[in-house]
């Protein structure tokens, strides 16, 4: 099936255009001090017409799971017993109007703002093009009761019609290192 633009898309955002949707799909958590935690997430990235994509991003784990992803007895269901929290975050996804020298000409540069609950502020900046969006920020502003997280990577990939994407993190003094992924599908 072609690909068309969603209606009422701002050119200026046309090179996020394949992101635009909901997302919903599975992962894991697992980072320095934490144990591995698989999760369910939805994702949605929209628009109101403004050069802009919004996005929110639920990630939940189950109460009461193992750390291997086993389902609690009683429980069926791909979903099933994914009731608490892990994080919420929203923001903004803008084409940056700026070419800096070297940068491809299948490449545009990419300024996203992420807020998340628990008190974090980042700007992330990167390229996309291809199916493909590169990010990165040491630019992250908490809360005091915020988790101390002090530089970020992630990258977002379209592949074969999934929205696959990791992350790394620098925080509670660690150096830089995996944190998490997800592969997502178009709902």
């Known amino acids: 099936m072609p690909f068309a633009f969603p209606d009422g898309l701002a050119p200026e955002v046309y090179p996020l255009a394949w992101l635009v949707g909901r997302w919903a799909g599975t992962g894991v958590v697992k980072y320095e001090g934490i144990d591995e935690t698989p999760f369910v997430q939805e994702l949605v990235f929209d628009h109101d017409g403004g050069p802009y994509l919004r996005f929110e991003s639920t990630l939940r784990v189950r109460s009461g799971a ?23 975050e929203t923001g903004y996804w803008r084409i940056s109007s700026e070419r800096p020298e070297g940068l491809p000409d299948d490449k545009h540069v990419v300024e996203v703002l992420v807020t998340d609950a628990s008190g974090r502020l980042s700007l992330f900046l990167g390229a996309v093009g291809d199916g493909r969006v590169d990010l990165a920020t040491d630019f992250v502003a908490r809360t005091s009761t915020a988790a101390e997280v002090t530089a970020a990577k992630r990258l977002y990939g379209n592949v074969e019609g999934r929205l696959l ?23």
Request: no cysteine; charged share 25%.
């Open 165 to 187: 994407w990791v992350e790394e993190l620098a925080a509670f003094g660690h150096p830089m290192g995996s944190y998490a992924s997800g592969e997502l599908d178009r709902l």
């Open 66 to 88: 193992a750390a291997d992803g086993e389902v609690p007895d009683g429980e069926a269901g791909d979903d099933a017993g994914f009731d608490t929290v892990w994080s919420t």
